[in-house]
């Protein structure tokens, strides 16, 4: 699959929520896609492009300070996994940081306490870009264990 990554600068609400809407084993909570898709617009956002000019995933960022930035979310339409878009997604997103003089890009993710199959891969696709898990919280999102993996920029 040929597809380009492009940095993004309207629509990124619209193209973020048919993306998660999509991926509901991953983004089940109503509240939540529509609070993403709300904060998407104020954050830098990356897609990856189809030839056919189809976005097919997505990743945006949000920078805390000087020094760290987050994945605030990111999604591939389900039948384009396994085909190298989210480790794009990454490489571009990372490049971005170094060159805004990051040093370090956090994600937050479900953590392992709580079992789900979904999510144990998303935890390994964090692992195999080059995220590690730093800390489980059980107080950050009501009700579900998050993990924030980091990565040294």
């Known amino acids: 699959m040929k597809f380009s990554i492009q940095e993004i600068t309207n629509r990124k609400g619209e193209i973020a929520e048919g993306i998660l809407r999509s991926l509901f084993d991953w983004f089940d909570i109503e509240s939540a896609i529509v609070e993403y898709c709300h904060h998407i617009n104020e954050l830098s956002l990356f897609a990856a492009v189809a030839q056919t000019n189809a976005v097919i995933g997505f990743l945006s960022l949000k920078e805390h300070n000087e020094f760290t930035g987050e994945i605030y979310v990111m999604g591939v339409a389900p039948e384009y996994h396994h085909q190298g878009i989210g480790k794009a997604l990454i490489e571009s997103s990372v490049e971005y940081c170094r060159n805004r003089g990051l040093e370090f890009l956090q ?22 870009v080059g995220f590690r898990p730093l800390e489980e919280f059980t107080s950050i999102w009501l009700g579900n264990p998050c993990l924030i993996m980091v990565m040294a920029l």
């Open 107 to 128: 994600v937050k993710t479900l953590g392992s306490s709580y079992h789900n199959s979904f999510f144990d891969r998303t935890r390994k696709f964090y692992m195999k």
